[in-house]
C-alpha cells in the first residue's frame, strides 16, 4: 500500500519574489597559519592588512594567490601596506609569495611594506616570487622603496626574508629603506636588484642586520656612534659595473668590525669566485664581483630531468644529488602554482611510493591529470631550505590496462538478481565508461536470479573518453570476488571503442545463497472460525523463485473453532531449497509482525522453526471506530477503520461528501491495526460535515459498504476544548491550539467571503478565547530570504535557483523556481541545513512545469504546521553533486514580505491567523 502524506490548504494566492545579488570578495581565507588570507587582489592586501592591525592581531598570515600588479594613480598612502600593531603592540605579518609577482606602482614618496611596531616574515616557499616598487613620477617620487621602517624603533620590529627577488624603479633605487632605523633585518636568502640602505640612529639599541646568504647589488649601512663608516658592497650578475667601496674614520677600529656585524659567521665572501679574507678590506677596490654564501649551506649538485609518460599507468624514478643535505621533501604544484596534497595526487592517481622524502621519488601511477603540474623537491639542511628546479609532468593519453570492477562487488553471488550487475564500473585511471554488461548463458541472454553452478559468459562494451586511445595491446583485467580475471578482447574492437567478455561462474555463499527474509501471512484468530491449516498460497513464478518450502504448520492448542480472548501458538517450520540457506540474521514475519525464531539449521537447505503466540479476536464490525486531526501543510480529518475489518476484502477506500461534493480516499497509511485515511480541509470549510463511508471489494469483486460517519474539524475542536480532562494546566498548550485553529478558519471565511454569518469560531466563549494567542499583541515576522546561500563554480554549475514564494492553493507549499538548459539528470533537493544532510523533499525536473518567462517550478510541501518559521534550503542536484546556487526561505519570509505595516487588510488578518496558529502548534509539539 502506498504511504500517504497530508498538505495544508489555506486560500489561492502565488507570489514570486525578487533575486539580490551578493558581493564575491577576492580574498578567502581566516589568517592564521593552518588557513591564510589568500590573495588574488592587490587593493585586498592593504585593506586586510590595516584590519589586523585595528584588532591587535599578534600573528596574521598571507599568501598570494595570483600575480598582483596595480597601476592605477592611487596615492601611495592607499596602496602602502602597514606591517605592526597599534599603541606600541607588537605583531607578526606572514607573508608567502608563493612563486607569485607583485608590481605596484605609487605617485607619492612612500613604501609598498611599511614596518611600524611590528616584524615581517616573507618566504618564497614555491620559488619564483618577485617584488617591484615603481615611481608613479620618476621626478617626484626620491623614493620608492619596497620595505621601509617606521622611526618607532624598539623590540621586535624587524624584517626577515627567505627567498625571492626584490627591485625598487624610484630615483634612489631602494629594495630595504631603514632611515632613523633600530630593529633587526635578517635575510637568509634571496635576490635584491636594488639598494640595501640602513642608518642606525641609536648605539644603546644598536641595530642587527645579519646576512646568511643571497645575492645582493648595493649594500649601505651607516652609524651616529662615535664612528662613522660606509660600507658598499656590490654583489650582482646584473649588466652593472661592480664596485665594493669601504673607507672608515682613522681613529675608528678596521672596517671589518662592520663587516662582521653584519656577516654571519658561517658566510663565506667570494670576491670573483674566490673567498675574501676580511681583514684585508681595502677602500676603493673596484670592479669586483662578491658573493655570500654559508658553506655549510645545502647546494643541488644533480637536478632531477624531465620524463615523458609513454601511456596511462606507467611510473617513473625522479632523482636528485645534493651536499649538506639532511632531507628531501618532493612536491607537486598545479598550473596556478598552488601546492597539491599527496592524498589530493592519490585520490586522481592511485597508489603513490611513500618516497617522497628520500632522494629517489617513483611516481607508480601516472595520469593525465599530472599533465602540466611541475614536480620538484625542497632540500633542508643546517637551517637552510633550497629548491630544485620544477619538471613540468607530461603524460601521454594512452590506456595500456583496464581495470575494470562490477557494482555490488560483496554482492556478487549466485542469488542475486543479474539486473542488478548489469554495469561494469571501471576504476577512474582507466578514462572509460562502460556500457550495461550482458549475461549469457550457453550464449543465450540471461534474467532473473543468478543461477548457482552455473558458468555464465558476461560481455560488456568500453568507451574511451575523448581524446584517449588504446594501446595495441591493451588488456582488461575484471576484478570477481573469485580473483582477477582476464577479460578477452573481441572483434568490432578498435583505438577507441572495445568489447570484451569474460566467463564467470558466481560462487554461492557459505551457507548457500542467503534468504533475507521471509514474509507470509495467515488467517489470524477470529472468534468463532476455524483454525487455517496453510499459508497463503504462492504459485506461478512467485512459486518457482521462493528459495523455501514449508514443511509443517500447527496450531497449539488446535479446537474446531476459535474462542474469542483464547491464546493460540502458531509454529511454522521452513526448509530451504537446494543451495540457499537460513542465516542467524534472516528475518521472519507474519501478518507484518515479527515471529520468534525457536532454531535455524544452518547450510544449504538448512531448516528454520519459528513460532508465534497469538490471541483470538472478536469480529470487527465495518465501520469507523476513531478519528483526530492531522496538523501538516494541511488541516486533514484522519478517518480510522480497523485492519481486522476488512481482512477478508481487498482495495479498501473512502467515499467522503463534504457540500455535496464525493471524494474518494485510496490512499492510505497503516498504524497500531487501523487504516488510515486523511481528508483535506480548506481552512474555510473547518466548520462543513463531512461524511465518510468505507469500502471494500469481496473475492468476487462485489463492493461492501459499511457504516457511514460524519464529523468536521470544528466538532472535534469543541469537542476537545469542552472535554473536562483537558481543563488542567497540563494541557493549556493543547487549548491553545485548538482555539487558534478555528481563529485561523474564521480569518479564512473572511478573506475568501465563505459564510461569513457562520464563522467557525463564533461558539468560542469569551474564557474559551482566552486561551488562545492574544490577538491584540503585535506579530513580528523575520525574512531569511537568500538567493545565494552558497553557490558553486562555474565549472561545475548546470542550473540557477532563481526565485521563490508560496502557492496556497491546496496546501501551503513553497513554490521555488529555477532555469537549466538541460534538465537530464537534475532533480531539487530541499534541507533543513545548508550542508544538505537534513532532506526534508526531493522533487525530479519535468520539462512541463514551467511559467511563461522560461522558468521551471517545483512545489515544496514537506513542512508541518509548527514549520511556518523553519529556514529551508533549496538546491539543484545532479547525483551527489550540487550544481546550482542554493537558496534560503521559509513561510515567514514570504509573510514578512507580504504583509502591510498597518496589518488591517483581510490578507494581513488571514496571515496573522496562520502564523499565530503555526506558532501554537509548534510549542505544542515543543518545537
Not at 597559519?33 to 592593504?46: A, G, L
Not at 537558496?887 to 499565530?916: C, F, H, N, W
Amino acid at each position: 500500500m502506498k504511504k500517504f502524506r497530508t498538505l495544508l490548504t489555506i486560500a489561492c494566492m502565488a507570489f514570486v519574489m525578487m533575486v539580490t545579488c551578493v558581493r564575491v570578495q577576492a580574498i578567502s581565507g581566516k589568517g592564521t597559519q593552518s588557513d591564510p588570507y589568500v590573495i588574488t587582489e592587490y587593493m585586498e592586501f592593504p585593506e586586510y592588512a590595516a584590519q589586523a592591525q585595528n584588532k591587535n592581531v599578534k600573528e596574521v598570515y598571507f599568501r598570494l594567490g595570483a600575480d598582483l600588479e596595480c597601476l592605477e594613480p592611487y596615492s601611495g598612502s592607499k596602496k602602502m601596506i602597514s606591517v605592526g600593531g597599534i599603541n606600541g603592540n607588537y605583531s607578526t605579518m606572514y607573508l608567502d609569495l608563493a612563486g607569485h609577482k607583485m608590481d605596484v606602482k605609487i605617485y607619492e614618496d612612500a613604501s609598498l611594506f611599511f614596518i611600524d611596531h611590528g616584524k615581517l616574515v616573507v618566504n618564497d616557499t614555491v620559488g619564483g616570487g618577485y617584488v617591484e616598487a615603481r615611481a608613479g613620477d620618476y621626478n617626484n617620487t626620491p623614493r620608492m622603496p619596497v620595505f621601509a621602517f617606521g622611526d618607532a624603533g624598539g623590540n621586535g620590529m624587524g624584517l626577515e626574508i627567505n627567498g625571492g627577488t626584490y627591485r625598487s624603479s624610484s630615483r634612489q633605487d631602494q629594495c630595504i629603506r631603514a632611515e632613523n632605523f633600530n630593529g633587526s633585518i635578517t635575510i637568509y636568502d634571496g635576490v635584491f636588484k636594488s639598494e640595501i640602505a640602513v642608518c642606525n640612529m641609536d648605539p644603546q639599541k644598536p641595530s642587527k642586520i645579519t646576512i646568511h646568504d643571497g645575492d645582493i647589488f648595493d649594500f649601505y649601512y651607516s652609524t651616529w656612534s662615535n664612528e662613522d663608516i660606509t660600507a658598499r658592497i656590490r654583489s650582482t650578475k646584473e649588466m652593472y659595473k661592480t664596485r665594493w667601496m669601504a673607507y672608515a674614520n682613522p681613529s675608528t677600529d678596521h672596517p671589518e668590525g662592520i663587516f662582521k656585524k653584519i656577516l654571519d659567521p658561517n658566510t663565506t665572501v667570494y670576491v670573483n669566485g674566490k673567498v675574501m679574507d676580511l681583514s684585508k678590506v681595502e677602500s676603493g677596490i673596484a670592479d669586483n664581483h662578491v658573493e655570500f654564501r654559508d658553506p655549510t649551506k645545502p647546494r643541488i649538485v644533480s637536478q632531477p630531468v624531465s620524463y615523458v609518460f609513454p601511456y596511462v599507468g606507467s611510473s617513473h624514478e625522479f632523482e636528485i644529488a645534493a651536499e649538506n643535505a639532511e632531507n628531501y621533501d618532493w612536491r607537486l604544484v598545479d598550473e596556478n602554482g598552488i601546492e597539491l596534497s599527496w592524498d589530493e595526487v592519490a585520490m586522481k592517481c592511485g597508489t603513490w611510493s611513500e618516497d617522497y622524502y628520500s632522494k629517489k621519488f617513483t611516481l607508480k601511477y601516472a595520469d593525465t591529470w599530472l599533465n602540466g603540474k611541475r614536480l620538484y623537491c625542497v632540500v633542508r639542511g643546517n637551517d637552510y631550505r633550497i629548491r630544485s628546479d620544477y619538471v613540468t609532468l607530461q603524460v601521454e593519453p594512452v590506456i595500456k590496462l583496464i581495470n575494470a570492477e562490477p557494482d555490488n562487488y560483496a554482492e556478487l553471488f549466485a542469488g542475486g538478481n543479474i539486473s542488478d550487475f548489469r554495469k561494469i564500473n571501471l576504476d577512474c585511471q582507466s578514462h572509460a565508461t562502460a556500457m550495461p554488461a550482458n549475461w549469457f548463458l550457453y550464449y543465450e541472454e540471461q534474467e532473473g536470479k543468478i543461477q548457482p553452478y552455473e558458468n555464465y559468459t558476461i560481455r560488456f562494451e568500453v568507451e574511451l573518453e575523448e581524446g584517449y586511445s588504446f594501446d595495441s595491446k591493451v588488456r582488461c583485467i575484471v576484478k570477481t570476488p573469485k580473483g582477477d580475471v582476464v577479460a578477452t578482447r573481441l572483434a568490432g574492437s578498435n583505438e577507441t571503442h572495445a568489447n570484451y567478455e569474460f566467463s564467470y561462474e558466481p560462487p554461492l555463499p557459505e551457507n548457500g545463497i542467503k534468504i533475507e527474509a521471509v514474509s507470509r501471512s495467515v488467517k489470524e484468530p477470529v472468534a468463532g472460525e476455524a483454525p487455517a491449516v496453510e499459508l497463503d498460497p504462492l504459485s506461478g513464478a512467485e512459486a518457482a523463485d521462493c528459495p523455501y518450502v514449508v514443511q509443517s504448520m500447527t496450531w497449539n492448542p488446535s479446537p474446531e473453532s476459535f474462542v474469542e480472548g483464547g491464546q493460540y501458538v502458531l509454529t511454522i517450520v521452513y526448509k530451504a531449497k537446494d543451495g540457499y540457506g537460513f542465516y542467524d540474521d534472516t528475518e521472519f514475519f507474519m501478518n507484518g509482525n515479527k515471529m520468534i525464531v525457536d532454531e535455524i539449521v544452518k547450510g544449504s537447505g538448512g531448516t528454520a522453526k519459528v513460532v508465534s503466540s497469538i490471541k483470538a479476536k472478536a469480529a470487527v464490525p465495518f465501520k469507523i471506530t476513531k478519528k483526530s486531526l492531522t496538523l501538516y501543510d494541511t488541516i486533514s480529518i484522519d478517518f480510522k477503520v480497523p485492519a481486522e475489518a476488512v481482512a477478508a476484502y481487498h482495495d479498501p477506500y473512502l467515499m467522503v461528501t463534504q457540500n455535496g461534493e464525493e471524494t474518494k480516499l485510496t490512499e492510505y497509511r497503516e498504524d497500531g491495526g487501523l487504516l488510515i485515511f486523511s481528508y483535506r480541509v480548506a481552512p474555510h470549510q473547518m466548520g462543513d460535515a463531512a461524511t465518510a463511508v468505507p469500502h471494500a471489494l469481496n473475492a468476487d469483486g462485489r463492493d461492501v459498504t459499511g457504516e457511514p460517519f460524519t464529523y468536521s474539524v470544528a466538532e472535534y475542536c469543541y469537542n476537545m476544548l469542552n472535554k473536562e480532562a483537558y481543563q488542567t494546566a497540563a494541557y493549556a498548550k493543547l487549548r491553545r491550539l485548538l482555539v487558534d485553529i478555528l481563529l485561523y478558519g474564521d480569518a479564512a471565511q473572511n478573506y475568501t467571503g465563505y459564510k461569513t454569518n457562520e464563522l467557525v469560531g463564533a461558539n468560542l466563549t469569551a474564557a474559551q478565547r482566552a486561551m488562545g494567542t492574544d490577538v491584540s499583541a503585535q506579530m513580528t515576522y523575520q525574512s531569511v530570504k537568500e538567493p545565494n546561500a552558497a553557490t558553486v563554480s562555474d565549472e561545475v554549475k548546470r542550473a540557477s535557483m532563481e526565485a521563490a514564494a508560496l502557492y496556497l492553493e491546496a496546501a501551503v507549499n513553497i513554490l521555488f523556481k529555477y532555469t537549466a538548459s538541460d534538465l537530464t539528470g537534475l532533480r531539487v533537493v530541499v534541507t533543513g541545513d545548508l550542508a544538505g544532510a537534513d532532506v526534508l523533499g526531493e522533487y525530479a525536473t519535468d520539462a512541463s512545469l514551467i511559467d511563461t518567462k522560461g522558468r521551471y517550478y517545483v512545489f515544496f510541501g514537506g513542512l508541518n504546521a509548527g514549520q511556518m518559521r523553519k529556514t529551508v534550503y533549496a538546491t539543484v542536484m545532479k547525483g551527489n553533486q550540487k550544481v546550482s546556487n542554493t537558496y534560503r526561505y521559509s513561510i515567514e519570509s514570504y509573510v514578512a514580505s507580504m504583509r502591510t505595516e498597518e496589518g488591517t487588510t483581510p490578507l494581513d488578518k488571514l496571515l496573522d491567523a496562520m502564523m499565530r496558529y503555526g506558532d501554537s502548534a509548534a510549542a505544542y509539539a515543543g518545537k
